[in-house]
């Protein structure tokens, strides 16, 4: 359950903004995170294809996760959408290893964890 949050409207953004931190505070990540179902990643087996690529431009998300042979519970890398630019469709490049030669990070928290 979220919370609303009120701001007064003499509130100027520049107030708004200076003072986002406290505002933040209030937040747990749960407020603020995309349900992994609804997430889209691919599987480490998958090769970026012309079909694979649309598929992911066409997602809306910056970030894929990359999940493991176990399921979309074994998050084993990431890729940035910006960074395909870098790859050649016709190489069909395999996801893993695309996600390893970059080695991108990512930290798990918890859903209640503060903002």
Do not use: C
């Amino acid at each position: 359950m979220s919370t609303a949050l009120v701001v007064p409207a003499s509130m100027s953004w520049h107030e708004l903004y200076r003072n986002s931190h406290i505002l933040l505070s209030w937040l747990k990540v749960a407020d603020v995170m995309t349900e992994a179902s609804e997430v889209f990643m691919l599987p480490w087996n998958a090769t970026l294809s012309f079909k694979l690529l649309r598929e992911i431009f066409y997602s809306g998300f910056s970030r894929i996760p990359v999940h493991g042979p176990s399921g979309r519970d074994e998050i084993i890398g990431l890729i940035f959408v910006k960074d395909l630019i870098f790859v050649d469709p016709e190489d069909e490049t395999p996801v893993k290893r695309f996600a390893e030669i970059l080695g991108r990070t990512f930290e798990v928290v918890d859903d209640d964890a503060q903002v």
